[in-house]
């Protein structure tokens, strides 16, 4: 690290530092002395500049031939890939994820970039004809203008990238604020884009808290829509004020995610696919599996079986790439992951394994992934997303009762289902109300070309990503004309 602040990026510049309000810095996990970065905390005025800037380049973008956004949007996927090591090592160092993930992460930002410039040259609108004599209907789709980005801190530059890109390839223009957690990344991104060619004021990065530059976002007049990714609670505000401002929406928000295991399972497989699904990414994922639903057949076998696997898992720096599970993200992470367990544990569910903090010279802070089991379905570690590596297992006599039991949730983002039976597969994918059904995958793992996105107390609004994220991004038109 330098001495030097960075700051937010308005109208085509970096402003300066002293423009904005106190310094924030961004901390590794891994360990907490080494400030990786810091930054110049920007206000809800700076916040109005940039909506200002976005709102005042909005119309020519929106007229922006296709060709020049595919080419910017080329061009930006083209630096993240060519830079994927350097960047996923920042990533890792100020989230935690550990490096190969990160650098799944950083190849999928750079992807959906460059699948989002074939996307802007995609031809789009249908021709009809009226149930009326001589006359012709067009339907086109329009840029919807100044779009605010709110974005969480677990995926620091590919859910930036899935809704930025997006929204230059169907004309917008962006005031984008990323979680203080993870500037950094947002930064590297927001520093390729400013080099992309873009026109100034086309895309804005402003970074400060949620209650001050976020907020600012959410009740100007001048920002046209709103896609958010973070927690229900924050979630639901977001959506209050939208909605009293009629303004267009989209939230991706928690889970609490099951996986089915049934008797007819492959047990290697089930093994796998838990534990991935559940402990990788420091159970840092919207899409984690948090509770495990297993018949009585096989409950026992695979208990043993994910504890044995899980004792083998090394938690460590995430920079290391012997380490299986980084740190968790921050101290306030932590405590939640910690009183979590205490809560399980004075509920009566029994803790097999993990769930402590882990001592180490450095403080960073590690927490070995939490096994629970004898749960019942009321219990709060079963329903409340907490966020992190702590699974909890539900013992049930049959797949009916499974199923019961994981459609048992407020939210419904992703489901997973191992099994080997076609019956039981097909029913599963058919009948969930999840937004994402995985077969014998782990409920997290998502491709960037198709829709992602869940139900209930999980999401709102049109989904991400593939072609659905135009639904969003673009207001439909309908004209008619006398022939
Ligand atoms: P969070 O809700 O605390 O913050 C998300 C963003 O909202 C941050 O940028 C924050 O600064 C901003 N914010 C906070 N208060 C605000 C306010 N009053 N007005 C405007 N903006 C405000 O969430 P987080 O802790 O950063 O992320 C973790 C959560 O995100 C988890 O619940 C996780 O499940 C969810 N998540 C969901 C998905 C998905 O696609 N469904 C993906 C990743 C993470």
Redesign the pocket.
């Known amino acids: 690290m330098t001495d030097t602040i960075k700051s937010s990026f308005i109208n085509g510049e970096f402003v300066a530092a002293h423009e904005a309000g106190g310094v924030l810095e961004n901390l590794n996990p891994s360990n907490p002395g080494e400030v990786v970065d810091r930054f110049a905390r920007a206000d809800a005025e700076l916040t109005h500049r940039a909506i200002a800037a976005a709102k005042a380049a909005s119309r020519e973008w929106a007229r922006s031939t296709p060709q020049l956004r595919a080419d910017i949007l080329d061009r930006i996927g083209t630096e993240i890939l060519a830079r994927r090591e350097e960047l996923a090592t920042l990533l890792a160092r100020e989230e935690g994820k550990v490096v190969r993930e990160a650098l799944g992460e950083v190849d999928r930002a750079g992807r959906s970039f460059k699948f989002y410039a074939q996307e802007a040259l995609r031809a789009n609108g249908e021709k009809y004809d009226s149930v009326r004599e001589n006359v012709g209907i067009d339907v086109t789709t329009q840029p919807v203008g100044v779009v605010g980005i ?6 620091p530059i590919a ?1 930036p990238a899935w809704k930025a890109a997006p929204a230059l390839a169907f004309g917008n223009t962006i005031v984008f ?4 957690l993870v500037p950094s990344s947002a930064w590297a991104l927001t520093d390729i884009i400013a080099r992309s060619g873009l026109p100034a004021g086309v895309f804005n990065t402003v970074i400060g ?3 001050t530059v ?2 600012a976002l ?1 009740r100007s007049p001048d920002v046209d829509a709103i896609t ?7 979630g639901r ?2 959506a209050g004020i939208a909605a009293e401002r009629l303004v267009r929406v989209q939230l ?4 609490k995610n099951p996986l089915i295991v049934l008797d007819d399972a492959d047990l290697d497989l089930a093994v796998e696919v838990a534990v991935q699904g559940s402990f990788y990414s420091t159970g840092q994922r ?1 899409t984690a599996s948090s509770r495990l639903i297993v018949t009585d057949g096989i409950h026992d076998r695979l208990v043993e079986r994910i504890a044995e696997r899980t004792r083998q898992l090394r938690i460590g720096d995430a920079l290391d790439p012997a380490t299986d599970i980084g740190p968790v993200v921050d101290p306030g992470q932590l405590e939640q992951n910690l009183s979590y367990v205490r809560i399980g544990v004075d509920e009566g569910a029994k803790l097999v394994l993990g769930g402590q903090y882990l001592e180490n010279d450095r403080k960073a802070y590690h927490f070995s992934p939490a096994l629970f089991t004898d749960v019942q379905p009321g219990m709060r570690i079963y329903r409340e ?1 907490i ?1 992190g590596p702590v699974l909890s297992v539900l013992r049930v006599r049959n797949y009916d009762e499974a199923f019961a039991a994981a459609e048992d949730t407020p939210f419904g ?1 992703s489901a997973g289902i191992v099994t080997t039976s076609l019956k039981y597969a097909e029913h599963f994918k058919r009948n969930s109300s999840a937004g994402m059904i995985m077969v014998n995958l782990p409920t997290a793992g998502v491709d960037y070309h198709v829709p992602f996105g ?1 139900n209930r107390g ?2 709102l609004g049109p989904r991400e990503q593939g072609t659905y994220a135009r639904q969003f991004f673009t207001r439909v038109k309908t004209s008619y004309q006398l022939a």
């Open positions: 709110i974005s969480p801190w677990n995926f859910i604020k990323p979680a203080e808290p949620g209650r976020g907020d959410l958010f990714t973070g927690s229900e609670k924050t505000h977001v991706e928000m928690g889970g919207c997303e966020f983002l869940g999980s999401s």
